[in-house]
């Protein structure tokens, strides 16, 4: 079985920094496309990132671009979303998902999807 498990939400102050990561098992985890997707109360889930097969390869939200950074460490089956300067308009769930045939990365239409990690950004 696929399982995508987020960790590293918290509480953070705004301008502060935090880390979340998605560890993933039962797939071939280099072969996949990795997004990651935030949700607010009463709000519709959104793209924040996207990491192709390639690291090098990534695509932003224009809300987070120059503050976010996505990567992915296929020895550890691992994606990552450094998350430097938040708003309190960042406080979500962040959910990771995973794509095989990745076609459009900002819709919200993946594979697999994990069970969110909470970041709370305090002003």
């Known amino acids: 079985q696929v399982q995508l498990v987020e960790s590293g939400g918290g509480l953070v102050q705004a301008g502060g920094s935090l880390s979340v990561s998605c560890a993933a098992s039962?797939?071939?985890?280099?072969?996949?496309?990795v997004a990651w997707f935030r949700q607010a109360p009463g709000k519709e889930r959104e793209f924040v990132a996207a990491i192709r097969r390639s690291p090098t390869l990534t695509q932003y939200a224009d809300s987070v671009r120059g503050r976010f950074t996505i990567s992915r460490d296929n020895a550890k089956n691992t994606v990552y979303l450094q998350m430097n300067s938040l708003k309190p308009e960042d406080t979500a769930v962040y959910y990771c998902?995973?794509?095989?045939?990745?076609?459009?990365?900002?819709?919200?239409?993946?594979?697999?999807w994990g069970q969110g990690t909470q970041v709370t950004v305090s002003s």
């Open positions: 039962g797939l071939t985890f280099s072969s996949y496309t």
């Open positions: 998902a995973a794509d095989y045939n990745a076609l459009r990365l900002t819709t919200p239409r993946y594979d697999y």
